[in-house]
């Protein structure tokens, strides 16, 4: 096998499996594009190259959108490869097929199975065929760390170092086992040599690869477990960085879009020659749902398009309401015979002899992204090829939903990876109409152009955390324990996870299903996804089952997680935080909540403090999160803390509210977001159990919402079941 | 509208309608894109700029309220070093995605200069950007660290 093929074996290495029916497929010359002749630097896989000056570069196949993944990969990486870290340098890597992120297939596909390392070839390349057949590379379902790093990374970078001591044992013409590894440099203590790695680059790439290296013992972590430096934060505090929306290029314009606004609406027809003439207008642009207009000036652009007479149809939502869907949430639950996901003991019969069975039902509101950075987009059509600089969660996706939009092939489109201002599943594969509006005005103009939306638009014509009820019923048995768990919840759709509503509490009759419903509603990924939901709804009702058996909210749920001693430990450990159990002055409360999602363990606690008109002040948040092992401890708290923010602040104020088939909130003014008055102090710790590694990204969401209304009874005996909690004066509602 | 505009100690002609607002001159006209774009309507921060010293949410003034000022931007704060606000973050990792952080430094910055020792309700009261990444806990501790050297 020649050079070229080991190098796209190590990319395809990094990939994933089950299609080991693929096993005899040679390894793909194509791949072999990539191998960058001329380049001075040597490839040893594709997401690593090491320089002859020695510089490790990585290349990390994930958009960095605040989660850190930048830093966190290449310190995996290097770690196996024994690197000096000042020595490595990140790179994004380009959006082409060669790096799908084929862990991702195998790590949601096959999950921890392991792979015996004869069939590992065979079944990365399966892998990485389906990843690049499905366009994937994307960054979500906090899955980076976990299989891209753990499964890729980190055996990229053992490879890698087994290479480069084959090469020096080779030159040097000693035994392997003399040699060893240290920042960077083979050594060979019986003689004293060493050489550094990018001096042994090149031969190492003549060596015989080991597709399944040991890995490090993590006893001797130098890398892994510290809290290192973010690489890309110097750009960000200088303004220095680009994203997508600091893209500029030679001649491009401006366009501002207004969409229809009931969903599914059409854009009829519009009065161009009555903006035609305003300053800078270059264009007026009539898409199937929407109207444009170019200028030279994005001010400009958004002064003529309001100018703009247009007429939209309303289609068949123009009628929609989320207040009646509510109400029809309410029929659904006490209808229809719910779609059982799970069931344990007895339910129906344990159900049917409860006297009075305890019952509660909670309730969500849509809600919508808002990152930070409005979602745009700046395309370029020219000479039969098309370039797309955007902010995306995963380029891949973006080129070929570019391509099928622009009617041309996905090789003739080019995907420019940029760093996110914020993402929390805004930009995922499904959720790209920002990029198709931008590629259909791209392609009837002669010059780039970038799209910006308004915040109106970008938070009306969002994909939406879908709203739902859920309805609990239980019973107490003479012990105290709950007999009997029954939950039934609404499902609109994007309701993937059915785990997520899976408790972890030791109670022998279970019953946890569903009732659905379609409603026109755009739905999307919201950063957590379903476990945003069933966090609130599943820890709220454990706790007014403790409070009606008279327990203490702690130890009534430790005495249900008997045979679950990560669980026990993370909500142990977040109780001693906060001073679990030391006397509440009047008017103060603490809660708790739970929750098992992403493959980490994570428990809340939060202390408020409400005055009897329902004023509330949320003061401190303590959070204990297991996710098997921490790579970065810094980055991992950084998301942690910001994850309670974002729970915090949707329980508080975040509704989208929808009316006459139209997004009632269009901008921070009636959207509001926590700001740093209400934030409360955070304490964050991790405990690491060893266990495969979790997510980190969206682990802090969702049991926020539930330890704050657990407080919130704590200190007043109102029990809070409706989202959001603030109403008008900021006052706790209902 | 022919103008002069001071940005950055540095005069520069620009040819724009006086309507405009600030921030998009900054990001077009002069192609400074360290000042950003949130929401248009002066609710999150993320476009502040200093006028004579001043923050100011560049989104919500028109070009023409500044053209005898001086307006600084993100990259005039630490032209020759960095600002000390500016290592502070980076010391207290505060940025995630960091859209939103140039508009909390020049915001911080220049309360500072105006109370080297703000309280933290001064704080809350003045420092009233979004970060939808929810980095206000590490907003806090770089204060701190601001507070102590
Ligand atoms: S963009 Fe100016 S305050 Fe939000
Ligand atoms: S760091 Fe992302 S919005 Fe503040």
Redesign the pocket.
Known sequence: MGKLNRRAFLASGAVLGGGLLLAYFAIPKRLSLHADAGDDRLFLATWLRIAPDGAVTVLVPHAEM?QGVHTALPMMLAEELDADWPQVRVEQAPAEGVYAVGDLVRGFGIGDWRIPSALLRQVDYAAYRIADLIHMQTTGGSSSVRFTGHLGMRRAGAAARNLLLQAAARRWQVGISECQTDSGHVLHPPSGRSAGYGDLAEAAARERLDPDPPLKARARYRICGRPLARVDLPA?VTGSARFGIDIRLPGMKFAAIRHAPVFDGVAVSCDAAAVRGLPGVQRVVKLPSAVVVVADGFWQATNALRGLPVEFDEGAHGRFNSEELTKEFDHMLSGADPTVDARIGQPEAVLAAAEDPIEAVYEIPFLAHA???PVNCTAWFRDGKLDIWTGTQDPLATRARGAQIADLDTDAVTVHPVPL??GFGRRLPSHLNYVEDAVRVAMEVPFPIQMIWSREEDIQHDYYRPAGKSRFRARIGSDLRPLIWDNVYTDIGLNEDRDAALIPYDIPNQRIGRVRHKTPVPLGYWRSVEHSMHGFFTESFVDELAHRAGADPLSYRLGLLKNRPRHRAVLSRAADLLGWGTAPEVGRGCGLALCECFGSIVAEAVQIRVSGDGELRVERVTAAVDPGEVINPDIAAAQIE?GIVFGLGAALWGRISIEQGRVVQGNFSDYELMRLADCPEITVEFIESGAAIGGLGEVGVPPVAAALANAIFAASGRRIRRLPMLGPERRLMG | MKFKLMVNEQVRPIDADEATPLLWVIRETLGLTGTKFGCGIGACG?CTVHVNGRPMRSCVVPVRAVASAAVTTIEGLGASSMHPVQQAWIDAQ????????TG?IMTVAALLEENPEPSEDDLARQLSN??????YTRMRKAIRILRRS
Do not use: D, F, H, N
Not at chain 2, 94 to 101: E, F, I, K, L, S
């Open positions: 605040g960000l990152t930070m950075e201002g914020g910001g | 993320a505060v940025p995630q995605c960091g859209y939103c952080q909390v979004l970060c939808r990444c929810g980095t």
